[in-house]
Antibody, heavy 111, light 114 residues
């Protein structure tokens, strides 16, 4: 069945880095643009980044521009989010999504 | 940037009764292809969001027909004809019309049983 499975979350110190992965299955991954969306604890949904189906264009929320990089490997059916210079306010559950959403992976930025 | 405004933010409802959530956008959501990319999501407690409605009024596969979406331009509504216990959660509207492609969400409406 169609599935998105995120991984790579964890606890990281302010200023640190983390790379999230999203493994896709059950559909032609290389045909779809993909998004990352995050949700801080007890808060609403915030769009983070988008990448076109072929990786040719990438777009970011102002809050993460210059610090986060979205990428994909269509040969591995996998979406990535490289997160650098992490801040406390980046603490959230991170979801990969198209029409379907994954279960999310929790990123906690704390000293 | 497009701003999505939902009301109410909290909606206590009686089982079996109808419920309605409003979503307004600061700009028209009609895209150049004629489609309106306004979606509704449900997030049950402890779960990830699930899309219920896409392009204003189209139900996703497996979504009960008690859920319906309507509206046009800047004003949209999600209706639940008869609320069931499993409908408890937070509902978000989201626009996907405006470029560059960035989703914009409403603040969320928390539906709970009275």
């Amino acid at each position: 069945q169609v599935q998105l499975v995120e991984s790579g979350g964890g606890v990281v110190q302010p200023g640190g880095s983390l790379r999230l992965s999203c493994a896709a299955s059950g559909f032609t991954f290389s045909s779809y643009g993909m998004h990352w969306v995050r949700q801080a604890p007890g808060k609403g949904l915030e769009w983070v980044a988008f990448i076109r189906y072929d990786g040719s264009n990438k777009y970011y929320a102002d809050s993460v521009k210059g610090r986060f990089t979205i990428s994909r490997d269509n040969s591995k059916n996998t979406l990535y989010l490289q997160m650098n210079s992490l801040r406390a306010e980046d603490t959230a559950v991170y979801y990969c999504a198209k029409d379907l959403w994954g279960q999310g992976t929790l990123v906690t930025v704390s000293s | 940037d497009v701003v999505m405004t939902q009301s109410p933010l909290s909606l206590p409802v009686t089982l079996g009764q109808p419920a309605s959530i409003s979503c307004r956008s600061s700009q028209s959501l009609v895209y150049s292809d004629g489609n309106t990319y306004l979606n509704w999501f449900q997030q049950r407690p402890g779960q990830s969001p699930r899309r219920l409605i896409y392009k204003v009024s189209n139900r996703d596969s497996g979504v009960p027909d008690r859920f319906s979406g309507s509206g046009s331009g800047t004003d949209f509504t999600l209706k639940i004809s008869r609320v069931e216990a499993e409908d408890v959660g937070v509902y978000y509207c989201m626009q996907g019309t405006h470029w560059p492609p960035r989703w914009t969400f409403g603040q969320g409406t928390k539906v709970e049983i009275k």
